[in-house]
């Protein structure tokens, strides 16, 4: 049984950084990150292959996030936050369909840690 328990999520301004991170990350799993909104489907937005040989990032995203894993903790740098990304983020682990954010993919996920952003 994979447990995933995230932390760092909390209330930051727009132009802002935070540092997600999600213990119990399993280095034999593909893992990644998502995030949902009320009212919404959970929307993949990055993720890393067994040993972080790769990543992948969705469009509104890339170039402000950075996805990474050190031992059995899997990261999410986020940079220039805006508040259309602000959500409860959840880390996720599946097979190599979940390098693809494909929710379908993911076998564990974590109970999420929420980050609203001011303007």
């Known amino acids: 049984q994979v447990q995933l328990v995230e932390s760092g999520g909390g209330s930051v301004q727009a132009g802002g950084s935070l540092r997600l991170a999600c213990a119990g990350a399993q280095y034999t799993y593909c893992m990644a990150w998502f995030r949902q909104t009320s009212g919404n489907e959970r929307e993949g937005v990055a993720s890393?292959?067994?040993?972080?040989?790769s990543t992948s990032y969705a469009d509104s995203v890339k170039g402000r996030f950075t996805i990474s894993r050190a031992e059995n903790t899997l990261f999410l740098q986020m940079n220039h936050l805006k508040p259309e990304d602000a959500a409860k983020y959840s880390c996720a682990a599946g097979s190599r369909g979940t390098t693809n954010l494909d929710r379908s993919a993911v076998s564990y996920w974590g109970q999420g840690t929420r980050v609203p952003v001011y303007s």
């Open positions: 890393i292959y067994p040993g972080a040989t």
